[in-house]
């Protein structure tokens, strides 16, 4: 194992586990920092194991919902769930080829950061307390999560933004967005395994247990901080946040 390797391993983790749930986009950040530390790519299965330890993160910190869920104790917000889901998936499905060919580009991915962040900030304007998320409302944030595979986007950030342009508040948007980041990674996670399948690539396991676990450590941190903090933090500061790095993505590709 190389040093080289090894820091590589460790910083895709930890930018995967603290972005992955802040509505910042993890994949404007997975093509920053390779770009400035002139890495070769991570591959797939590394991929693989920070996206896995970032879904059996929100896993843990929600296991008594996924219990209630499972044990038929909410079956109105499993319904919810997968109502919101089924918009991703199928045009997940439809469009997976011509995302990756023509979509994922910096320059893409630094423009649409910028964008959503803009609209995250506005959003928070019509942000307010309902009783409770209907199964109408979460259907519109599944649609709005479809944008979410523009890369660039944040998948937390547009359900966020979705959520609160309905009238929910910060921490009703959070909570729901982090609930439906369930399925959504597990299709990511399974799209990536069948990927490797169709086309097996060689990989270190223990690269890849070193970056399922500290991705796992760093989005159970981001997921708690974010969630107790979430109603004093100002969405302004994520969009300007979000500009300086889609004008620096765009600034490194002049």
């Known amino acids: 194992m190389q040093t080289e390797e090894?820091?590589?391993?460790?910083?895709?983790?930890?930018?995967q586990g603290i972005t992955e749930y802040l509505p910042v986009s993890s994949s404007a950040h997975l093509i920053l920092v390779p770009a400035i530390m002139d890495w070769k790519d991570q591959g797939l299965m590394m991929d693989i194991a920070a996206h896995g330890g970032s879904l059996l993160a929100v896993m843990w910190y929600f296991k008594k919902e996924i219990l209630e869920l499972l044990t038929g104790q909410k079956n109105k917000l499993f319904i919810q769930l997968v109502i919101a889901t089924i918009p991703l998936a199928l045009?997940?499905?439809?469009?997976?080829?011509?995302?990756?060919?023509n979509l994922r580009s910096p320059a893409i991915i630094a423009i649409s950061s910028i964008i959503f962040g803009v609209?995250?900030?506005?959003?928070?304007k019509?942000?307010?307390s309902k009783n409770e998320i209907t199964t109408k409302n979460a259907f519109l944030i599944g649609v709005g999560q479809v944008l979410a595979l523009i890369p660039g986007a944040s998948r937390s950030g547009v359900t966020m933004t979705t959520a609160m342009l309905q009238g929910y508040s910060k921490t009703q948007a959070a909570k729901f967005s982090f609930l439906l980041a369930i399925p959504a990674l597990l299709?990511?996670?399974a799209y990536g395994v069948l990927k490797v399948y169709q086309n097996p690539e060689e990989y270190n396991p223990t690269g890849f247990l070193i970056v399922?676990?500290?991705?796992?450590?760093?989005?159970l941190i981001s997921i708690k901080l974010f969630?107790?903090?979430i109603e004093k933090i100002k969405m302004c500061y994520f969009m300007w946040y979000r500009i300086l790095l889609g004008a620096?993505?765009?600034?490194?590709?002049?």
Do not use: D
Request: glycine residues 4%; hydrophobic residues 70%; charged residues 10%.
């Open 227 to 229: 969630l107790k903090l």
């Open 212 to 219: 399922l676990v500290l991705s796992f450590i760093t989005s």
């Open 126 to 128: 019509l942000a307010k």
């Open 91 to 101: 045009i997940g499905v439809l469009t997976a080829g011509f995302i990756e060919n």
């Open 187 to 189: 299709m990511t996670t």
């Open 6 to 15: 090894l820091i590589q391993w460790l910083v895709l983790a930890l930018v």
């Open 119 to 124: 609209v995250l900030f506005l959003s928070e």
């Open 248 to 254: 620096l993505i765009l600034w490194l590709l002049r």
